[in-house]
């Protein structure tokens, strides 16, 4: 096919008198250089002259440019064009550097919300506790219509997490019960199978689970299929087996399990798929993970790590940052390549999280941010340049509470729901959440939503335009 903008190479050309290196160049070798540069690169060149403007905005060129983004936002490329590849560019761009295409501030309509690990947000859906004397609630607010709807449990029950998917309501209360909600017909199921779980996540329309193992016991991992009320035992590991990660794919009804050996240098990787249908094992292989020329001990891999999980489509990602507070290690599984990667970020000395270890949260299986209370600000973990960096936070005039909680001189106190509260999360009293097209903090006056879609700005009924704190930031 030919370029349109081959058409335009010679706008330009013979105007000015210095040497153009990269008009002379042939097409085939700037289309090798842009394989060293990002959308932000691209987008600037294209503003330098008219001939760079033609070059860079050349068919090859935008197709490869667009397909990079479009796979560090993790989207398919359907129904997508080259007319589109700027919108897409700069949507990664704003992700990598905190700058949303809009920011506000959204009041608890609700009065008095617990702020703890009971913030959950998962496509466009943001779920929060509203606490109360005989009953608490926990409200789904819709951000794409507004519309908001609540569940009921009595107020003695203990909610140890709550997780969202596509179409479910996942809560777990005390005594191990898991509640399910489907979200469009409130239609409720329970299942009361075991009292602690080391690990659970929803996918769709599948609830996953690893019980917490007793002394020596074997490691289960399960799987509850909400379509149809059946809980099944999928695979079982001897002690002192550890999986790693983990990844649940719903659509082709596969599991797959990682066993990390740390003590062999490079590591050694044993990965098992399962049929999620009868428990069947489908594959098993055995491969030595390539560490980047770092040398993980087992030591680093255990213990009390700042470490998240996130599913990004057919991506699953594990992040850890190691005992340090100055590394962190992702391991990036890609189920449509079968392929098991490991990346480092490194934090500069100004962003080191010794001091808390706050909750991280991956909008894409490249960018994570994280709550950094010390700094005062998000920092941006960015595995696909291996660089951490600290965007300062700054508050809207209405979180006045946050503001006082982010005083290093006032003494905090630990939250109280939430198997994730500590000592340790409670201090910032902000909240992360959110993907690719949202991020938000939330804190005991509201939620600061920041919106990175060019094409998902809603105007929310309880939302007010962001304001800011002048002695913030």
């Keep these: 096919?030919?370029?349109?903008?081959?058409?335009?190479?010679?706008?330009?050309?013979?105007?000015?008198?210095?040497?153009?290196?990269?008009?002379?160049?042939?097409?085939?070798?700037?289309?090798?250089?842009?394989?060293?540069?990002?959308?932000?690169?691209?987008?600037?060149?294209?503003?330098?002259?008219?001939?760079w403007r033609a070059i860079f905005s050349c068919d090859r060129i935008t197709e490869r440019v667009l397909s990079r983004a479009l796979d560090a936002l993790d989207m398919e490329s359907t129904n997508v064009t080259t007319t589109d590849a700027i919108k897409y560019i700069r949507w990664l761009h704003n992700l990598q550097t905190a700058r949303p295409v809009k920011k506000v501030f959204l009041p608890w309509p609700d009065g008095s919300v617990e702020i703890s690990n009971s913030i959950v947000y998962h496509s466009r859906r943001l779920c929060y506790i509203i606490p109360g004397d005989s009953e608490n609630k926990v409200a789904m607010l819709d951000l794409e219509t507004g519309k908001r709807s609540t569940w009921t449990y009595t107020a003695d029950e203990y909610l140890d997490f709550v997780l969202l998917s596509d179409r479910y309501l996942v809560m777990g209360v005390e005594r191990g019960v898991i509640e399910a909600w489907n979200i469009q017909t409130s239609e409720r199921l329970a299942l009361e199978a075991f009292c602690s779980y080391n690990f659970?996540?929803?996918?769709?329309?599948?609830?996953?689970?690893?019980?917490?193992p007793i002394e020596r016991s074997p490691l289960q991992v399960w799987v509850w299929d909400l379509r149809t009320d059946r809980l099944q035992n999928i695979c079982t590991f001897t002690y002192p087996v550890r999986l790693d990660t983990i990844h649940l794919d719903a659509d082709d009804n596969v599991l797959v399990t990682f066993e990390i050996d740390w003590v062999e240098h490079p590591p050694l990787v044993q990965q098992t798929k399962w049929s999620l249908s009868g428990g069947e094992l489908l594959d098993r292989k055995t491969f030595q993970l390539s560490p980047a020329n770092?040398?993980?001990?087992?030591?680093?891999?255990?213990?009390?790590?700042i470490r998240w999980n996130a599913t990004h489509s057919h991506k699953e990602v594990t992040g850890m940052?190691?005992?340090?507070?100055?590394?962190?290690?992702?391991?990036?599984?890609?189920?449509a390549t079968d392929r098991l990667s490991v990346r480092w970020i490194a934090c500069?000395?100004?962003?080191?999280?010794?001091?808390?270890p706050g909750r991280c949260i991956s909008l894409t299986s490249d960018i994570s941010y994280r709550w950094a209370h010390l700094h005062?600000?998000?920092?941006?973990?960015?595995a696909a340049t291996g660089v951490a960096t600290l965007h300062l936070y700054q508050l809207d005039k209405r979180e006045i509470r946050a503001c006082k909680l982010l005083d290093p001189h006032v003494r905090k106190e630990p939250g109280r729901v939430g198997s994730w509260t500590t000592c340790f999360d409670s201090p910032a009293s902000l909240r992360p959440f959110g993907d690719r097209e949202v991020f938000g903090l939330a804190s005991d006056d509201g939620v600061q939503l920041w919106f990175f879609n060019p094409d998902f700005v809603p105007d929310l009924p309880f939302a007010e335009p962001f304001l800011a704190m002048q002695e913030s930031g």
């Excluded at 996918?203 to 917490?212: A, G, M, S």
């Excluded at 100055?326 to 599984?333: E, H």
């Excluded at 500069?348 to 808390?356: D, L, T, Y």
């Excluded at 005062?376 to 960015?382: P, T």
């Design 1 to 51: 096919m030919e370029d349109k903008g081959n058409h335009e190479l010679a706008a330009g050309r013979g105007k000015h008198e210095y040497f153009d290196i990269v008009g002379e160049l042939p097409l085939e070798l700037v289309i090798h250089v842009v394989e060293y540069l990002d959308g932000a690169d691209i987008v600037r060149s294209q503003r330098v002259s008219k001939r």
């Design 200 to 212: 659970i996540t929803v996918i769709k329309d599948k609830v996953l689970f690893i019980p917490t």
């Design 294 to 305: 770092h040398r993980v001990h087992e030591h680093d891999t255990r213990g009390r790590n």
């Design 321 to 335: 940052c190691f005992k340090d507070r100055n590394t962190s290690m992702i391991l990036s599984y890609n189920y």
């Design 348 to 356: 500069a000395e100004s962003i080191k999280h010794n001091e808390v």
């Design 376 to 382: 005062k600000g998000i920092a941006i973990h960015n």
